[in-house]
């Protein structure tokens, strides 16, 4: 029961990535703020960089950025992605020169394994020391039960000249799963980890 409590909660985790490269690249540490919403969310629209109330929240995905020059601090923020509604999730940066590549890993819960359920979840990440211009971005997405590598699920280029914008990543509206500021969904059947 306790783990159940601990998956259910957000989580804020501070890293510190070192990326190494060989031939030229700058190695770079950034200072990371990530955070993970409970099914159905985050209850403060703020939270998954959405303007006042996000009324079209099951409408789509969509992933928003904020730039915030004085603190050189880009805000990262996946809204309504679904996932088995058990699992532990997270996200982490990583910085090579101008690329950031996002990672979104979904893993089953060492003992109580998958449901039979999907559910929506924000996933957001603050980066520090970026700097003002034109950066590009790769969003992967890592479901470790799943056969293959991560999938590659947007990548482009951000323009931080511009203070915030979005993209929408699935524009399939979905009801099922998606209950914006429900409380945690009971488990239903679950099926042992592979």
Known sequence: MEKS???????TAIAIVGTFCAGGCSSVEAVQEAKISE????RNPEERLAP????GYCSAEVLRWQYDEPSATLRLADARLMLDCCG???????????LYEVT???EPDDAEGRCSEQCAF???????DVPRGEIYVKLLR?????QGSPAVVWSGTLDLEVAAGAVVLDDA????????????????TTVAAR
Do not use: N, Y
């Open 52 to 55: 006042g109330e996000d009324g």
């Open 173 to 188: 509206p979905t009801d099922a799963g998606c209950q914006e500021q429900s409380s945690p969904r009971p488990r239903s």
């Open 104 to 106: 979104e890993r979904d």
């Open 39 to 42: 099914q159905g969310g985050f």
């Open 142 to 146: 890592d479901v470790v039960d799943r």
């Open 122 to 128: 924000d996933l957001s990440v603050g980066v520090q």
């Open 88 to 98: 532990k999730r997270a996200i982490h940066v990583e910085r090579i020169d101008s």
């Open 5 to 11: 409590m601990v998956s259910s909660r957000i989580w």
